[in-house]
């Protein structure tokens, strides 16, 4: 029987919202408009209150469409899609897509490599862009890696180019920073109490119109249909990375998920199952994310000193979750597994 047959393949939101329909009462700030929108190959749910909370959502969704069409690495209009056919060559891009190269080499630099997005040709042969999913060849994947290197990559201005045997893609980075942007289109529609879901990333403007927190339940990677913690947050953003969003299961029995290690080209196994970021910057958290579940246990505290005014929830491969004080009055643990705190000192 063939690989392919043997696969069995899930996409699994990493956190939710809870939050009850509001009373629709005469005052407008207590009137919830909510938008189901459809984009970057996931489902996407957007709730604002107040008098101009329409002609925000409507704004917001075309801002999330006119990004996705700059930043896809499938469409053959896309500034990746351009980048990634240059034969080397400069390419001249939009200001979001420079914006996120440029946070992607920060971000490389800041982790030790730990975030690539030149990884994107060890993906695809994964089969995770395609879902044809098949485990490698060795020689193939070290053929794959020897062009997999953020730091060949030339940004001057929104100019990019990169070696001809590279390939990028910014799927790490694009719902992060789409959720900033839909919180500036809300503030410029005078918007002060709203929250989204894109696809599991969630984030908050402010919060709820009774002036209390936001709740977000995070799943419980070892049971993805449960959730395992609750946070409290407001005017901020809680991204997930785990191996239970997207992954396969081989003839050998192996889970294989899509969160690629730079450093071997196989699914990071570095000590990390789930990893939560959560602060006031969507993109950082997005970047963050991945980038701490690739570094793993033996990496992560150096990662975590360079961003203190970020909270973390980590959830290691033995059940046990381990979160930093910033949240340690606005999590509940309604899992069986310990919690407990841990410095970033």
């Known amino acids: 029987m063939s690989l392919r047959k ?36 996931t489902y996407m749910n957007l709730k604002a209150y107040g008098k101009n909370a329409e002609p925000a959502l409507e704004e917001a969704e075309k801002r999330i469409h006119e990004l996705e069409n700059e930043l ?28 996120l190269i440029d946070k992607a080499l920060e971000i490389g630099n800041s982790t030790h490599g730990a975030l690539d997005i030149t990884i994107f040709p060890v993906l695809k042969e994964w089969g995770f862009t395609t879902e044809k999913y098949h485990i490698p060849d060795e020689n193939k994947l070290k053929s794959l ?22 390939e990028i893609d910014l799927g790490a980075l694009a719902k992060g920073y789409t959720g900033d942007e839909i919180m500036e289109v809300f503030k ?19 919060s709820k119109p009774d002036g209390t927190n936001w709740k977000v339940a995070v799943r419980d990677p070892f049971s993805p249909e449960n959730d395992m913690c609750v946070v409290e947050i407001s005017d901020k953003a809680v991204i997930t990375s785990g191996n239970y ?28 199952v789930s990893v ?9 958290c997005d970047c963050l994310s991945t980038a701490l579940f690739v570094a793993g246990i033996d ?19 033995d059940e046990k979750i381990l979160y930093t004080g910033g949240i340690k009055d606005k999590f509940q ?13």
């Open 145 to 166: 890696l020897e062009n997999v290197d953020y730091r060949q990559i030339k940004l001057n201005d929104k100019t990019v180019s990169i070696p001809e045997k590279s």
């Open 245 to 272: 969003e997207r992954f396969f299961t081989g003839d050998d029995g192996k889970r294989y998920w899509h969160i690629i290690d730079p450093a071997d080209g196989y699914p990071a196994d570095n000590g990390f």
């Open 6 to 41: 043997n696969l069995v393949f899930t996409v699994i939101a990493a956190v939710s919202i809870l939050c009850g329909c509001a009373d629709k009462t005469n005052n407008d700030k207590n009137i919830a408009v909510t938008r189901d929108v459809f984009a970057m190959d």
């Open 276 to 284: 939560t970021v959560i602060g006031e910057n969507g993109l950082n």
């Open 299 to 317: 990496g992560y505290k150096d990662i975590m000193m360079d961003y203190p005014n970020y909270d973390f929830i980590f959830v290691t491969d």
């Open 188 to 206: 410029s529609h005078s918007i002060d109490s709203a929250i989204v879901s894109l696809g599991g990333n969630v984030q908050a403007l402010g």
């Open 333 to 345: 643990n309604i899992s069986s597994m310990s919690a407990e705190v841990i410095d970033i000192d």
């Open 72 to 99: 896809s690495a499938t469409s053959e209009q896309s500034d990746i899609w351009k980048i990634n056919h240059s034969s080397g060559e400069e390419t001249a891009v939009s200001r979001d897509t420079a914006a």
